[in-house]
């Protein structure tokens, strides 16, 4: 009789089993399914930027060497002082994307003088340059700033190309006479640039009070 009693036991477990496999499938869980949905997400993209002083120092302020931030977090805020004081700083910018997020994406910098102003404030590369979208960091052509009481200033423009999901936003904003930074917004309001729609800074450091406080971010949309 407990022989009896196990085999009809084994039988009430068997068929249960059978139901719930059965309810899975129908609900489109099937272990291929199930094991699907537990794939691990893609790899946030970073945005980098490097950012060092070929003078004295006191002039690039705020986080310098290298720094890399996944989106969709802000990198540190790095700051324009340049003035009178030897050299300037070196500034360049990259895009590290492991899994490939934003394959089709293009984005460039482009560094030129104000019209009119002394392109002697903005470094020998002078141009459009690619920010590298790779599986791997690294950065573009270092562009020179190196602002003081010359005229005019520099411009930074950011474009945005081939992907419309693709936004790389700009926070740009003085710690002191806001004359130096053109184009900015108050502390934490940011303009984005996106396919069509890029965005202009324009450093002019020099010797009046305080500097210019710039940050960026990538985000999809």
Same mark, same amino acid.
């Given at each position: 009789?407990?022989? $009896?009693?196990?085999? !009809? ?31 691990? $997400? ?12 070929? /003078?004295?120092? !006191?002039?690039?302020? !705020? ?12 990198? *540190? ?42 392109? /002697? *404030? ?39 190309? !081939? ?16 004359? *130096? ?20 800074? /324009? ?9 210019? *406080?710039? $940050? ?6």
């Amino acid at each position: 009789m407990s022989g $009896l009693r196990l085999t !009809g036991r084994l039988r009430t477990l068997a068929c249960a089993l059978a139901l719930t496999a059965g309810a899975l499938t129908t609900a489109g869980l099937s272990g291929t399914a199930m094991a699907a949905t537990a794939a691990p $997400l893609a790899a946030a993209p970073e945005i980098g930027v490097q950012f060092n002083a070929d /003078g004295d120092a !006191g002039q690039c302020g !705020g986080t310098t060497g290298q720094q890399w931030a996944a989106s969709p977090d802000w990198t *540190q805020a790095i700051r324009f002082d340049t003035d009178n004081r030897s050299g300037g700083c070196q500034l360049a910018f990259g895009v590290y994307d492991p899994d490939g997020t934003l394959a089709g994406a293009s984005i460039t910098y482009t560094f030129l003088p104000s019209s009119g102003g002394d392109a /002697g *404030q903005c470094g020998d590369y002078q141009g459009t340059y690619g920010m590298p979208i790779q599986t791997f960091r690294t950065f573009g052509q270092a562009v020179r700033v190196d602002t003081d009481n010359r005229a005019g200033w520099c411009n930074l423009t950011f474009t945005v190309s !081939g992907r419309s999901d693709v936004g790389l936003d700009v926070q740009f904003y003085p710690d002191g006479d806001a004359g *130096q930074c053109v184009n900015y917004l108050p502390q934490g309001q940011y303009r984005t640039a996106y396919a069509g729609n890029p965005v202009t800074v /324009g450093i002019d450091a020099d010797g009046r009070s305080g500097g210019c *406080q710039f $940050l960026l971010r990538i985000r999809r949309f």
